[in-house]
């Protein structure tokens, strides 16, 4: 307890302490008791006879005075430790004690009207020093505890603002690893894309150089006429060769016989043994069959033209902008691509409604009907039937694809449009094809349905819309 | 942080009885209330508690005072040891003179012993403490218990340390001044180097060890 001129410890720097005053420190007498106290404590006082209330401090100044004092009270020079004692006739000084400290003395002036004994006026003194020593020290607890409550509210608050501090850093950390995490999946999805690309693209190749053989042939078989062909041009051409010398040089020998000076050395021209000679070469026969040779390899040279063309329709790599197709023209040209895979094992049966044209990529269209021909090929064991077929439902044309094969099972059935499932031996397929045709009817916005009962055979059903939005390559 | 008030010739000194929650911090002041003889004593003010658990401190304030009228005022504080009240804790550590560390004895309490003498490193730090010349004294209460600690074992594990022991019975009045007595002995003799209280103030070891009723 300090007097009127208040000195604070000083504080050692704790973490917490910036600013905030230690609960427990030595409070200000007027921090303890409000001098508004003594005003309401006297009114009340005076109904019971007296006249003056006063508190002098310790350093002798007065805290609270009702009326000023009479001189003749005089207050002793050093009031520390002395307990209470009577000043006059009608006063009496209570000192006011707090944590073994004498702070202040009160002094009560008594009514000099209403006489009262000294042991009264002590008593009631006294009395009334309970009541300021009890005010006093309730008020000494309400301060501990409210300034304790502030310095923890305080420390609490900085602790949760640290920790709050703490969890948005890691916030952050974790939003910025999750925007990483994204960027990177990111980067990862299109690395698969690619990749993915990539072996569609490996497929394609891969089933154009299985292609390349049957395609070989095709082109072997007209090649093969051709070449027989243009041989025997060769040796027509030396026969007409042999007919013209013959015939210039019996125009020359009649012209020499005319003229009168005849060669001793040959004899007469022989018309009969001219003739027969001409007659050995045949060139009725020759001329006759020329244009047939040649009608035959322009026609070999068109067939392999076209199987050239359609190969390059199929194999041609890169961009491909959509265009309007005939769907019809696209299973005709990849037939002839295919057909050398065809023609020993199945019976072909081309059932074409008539279908408007579409909006497609042809080239992928063509791959399309390619892997469903190439599977229902591979389905049939030893002879076979394929139909392929097309169909007008108004806003779209079907296609389908059927064969009398072994069919697919059931429980495999769910699986055969997903990538790189194959039910053919490791090496033999990629898994790509069904995956592949499925991806591309996708693209034309068109859809794809299989029946299939085993022993029985496959149909696939793709339809295609006719003027389908179709995205940018 | 013991203070010198030149005016009034006053000195405080503050103790605080640290430990976990439960050990008899509280008991502790309860039964020097009733021992201590030497001086003034005040009446022990309790702060907000539930049931026996004491939520704010407790505080008993002891005086004395010397030939040449200066006086000594000792404030003893209780911090509340529920885990929980950690900030008032390191409130009411702040500024301390000398700590008294109550240990539980049972040996089911070993763990929240050595927790609370951790928490109680932790909070000088953090209040700015020098825990390493911090007049301490450790008291194992409750010697009265069965199952308890060993005194072979506590003295081989706090022996190495060289912080005085006093084991203790807080309930039965037993071992509560020794403690007493031995942390303001340690009081007076930090406070002799820090602030000269011999040279500075006239104040003995005589007048400080008075309070705990040793002449």
């Known amino acids: 307890m300090e007097n009127d001129n208040p000195k604070h410890a000083e504080r050692e720097a704790g973490e917490d302490l910036t600013g905030e005053e230690p609960f427990d420190r030595d409070y200000t007498y ?115 505890s409210s300034g304790l409550h502030s310095q923890v509210v305080k420390d609490t608050y900085q602790e949760i603002k640290k920790k709050t501090e703490l969890l948005e850093k890691s916030e952050k950390k974790y939003r910025l690893l999750a925007e990483s995490l994204e960027k990177e999946v990111l980067r990862k999805t299109q690395e698969v894309k690619d990749a993915q690309a990539y072996v569609m693209h490996q497929e394609k190749l891969a089933s154009i150089g299985h292609l390349a053989a049957g395609v070989a042939h095709e082109i072997n078989n007209p090649m093969g006429f051709i070449s027989s062909n243009l041989r025997t041009l060769k040796d ?29 050395t040959m004899g007469k021209p022989v018309l009969s043994d001219f003739l027969a ?32 063309s359609d190969l390059k329709d199929f194999a041609h790599p890169g961009e491909e902008s959509a265009c309007t197709a005939d769907l019809v023209q696209c299973i005709e040209s990849t037939l002839s691509i295919v057909w050398n895979e065809l023609k020993y094992k199945t019976t072909l049966t081309r059932s074409y409604q008539p279908i408007p044209m579409i909006t497609c990529y042809p080239r992928q269209l063509n791959q399309v009907i390619m892997n469903l021909l190439m599977n229902s090929v591979q389905s049939i064991e030893k002879k076979g039937e394929i ?43 990629t898994g790509l094809g069904l995956n592949l045709v499925y991806n591309i009817v996708r693209k034309h916005k068109g859809t794809i349905e299989v029946k299939s009962e085993i022993g029985k055979g496959t149909t696939f059903f793709v339809r295609l819309p006719v003027n389908a939005q179709l995205d940018k390559e | 942080m013991a203070d010198f008030n030149e005016s009034w010739k006053k000195l405080t000194v503050k103790i605080v009885y640290y430990g976990p929650a439960l050990s008899g911090k509280t008991t502790n002041l309860i039964c020097l209330h009733d021992l201590v003889q030497g001086g003034g004593r005040g009446d022990l003010m309790s702060l907000e508690t539930k049931g026996d658990r004491t939520l704010y401190f407790d505080l008993l304030p002891l005086a004395v005072t010397t030939e040449n009228r200066v006086s000594i005022l000792f404030k003893l504080f209780t911090v509340p040891g529920q885990v929980a009240h950690d900030a008032t804790r390191k409130a009411v550590l702040s500024r301390a003179d000398g700590v008294v560390f109550v240990a539980d004895s049972q040996v089911s309490q070993s763990l929240n012993n050595a927790e609370s003498f951790e928490n109680l490193e ?38 190495p340390t060289g912080i005085p022991l006093v084991f203790a019975s807080a309930l039965q009045g037993k071992g509560v001044l020794e403690t007493f007595r031995a942390v303001v002995e340690r009081c007076f003799q930090h406070l002799e180097v820090t602030l000269g209280l011999e040279k500075n103030y006239g104040i003995s070891e005589k007048d400080f060890l008075r309070i705990a009723g040793i002449e």
Request: glycine fraction near 8%; proline fraction near 4%.
């Open chain 1, 30 to 144: 007027q921090e303890l008791i409000p001098v508004t106290f003594f005003h309401s404590l006297y009114d009340q006082l005076q109904g019971l006879g007296i006249k003056n209330l006063s508190v002098v401090l310790r350093s002798g100044s007065f805290y609270y005075t009702s009326h000023p004092l009479e001189k003749n009270v005089r207050l002793p020079e050093d009031m520390a430790g002395m307990s209470i004692i009577t000043l006059d006739k009608w006063t009496v000084a209570v000192p006011l004690i707090h944590e073994f400290e004498t702070h202040a003395f009160m002094i009560v002036g008594f009514s000099q009207i209403e006489v009262m004994s000294v042991e009264r006026q002590i008593s009631l003194a006294r009395l009334i020093g309970v009541m300021v020593g009890q005010m006093v020290t309730s008020n000494y607890k309400t301060r501990l």
């Open chain 1, 236 to 264: 027509y051409c030396q026969d007409i060769r042999k007919a013209y010398d013959l015939v210039s040089g019996f125009i020359e020998s009649v012209k020499n016989a005319k003229s009168d000076k005849p060669d001793k």
């Open chain 1, 277 to 308: 000679e001409l007659k050995d070469l045949d060139l009725d026969y020759i001329l006759n069959d020329i244009p047939q040779l040649l009608e035959e390899s322009l026609d070999g040279a068109e067939r392999i033209n076209k199987i050239v």
């Open chain 2, 122 to 159: 932790n909070n000088c730090r953090r209040v700015g403490l020098d825990f390493d010349t911090l007049p301490l004294v450790v008291q194992f209460n409750k010697r009265d218990l069965g199952s308890i600690e060993s005194e072979e074992s506590i003295l081989e594990l706090w022996g």
């Open chain 1, 387 to 429: 139909e392929i077929g097309t169909r007008d439902l108004g806003d779209e044309v079907e296609l389908t694809v059927r064969d009398n094969g072994h069919g697919i099972p059931m429980e495999v059935l769910p699986r055969i449009f997903d990538p790189f499932f194959t039910t053919k031996d490791v090496g033999k397929g």
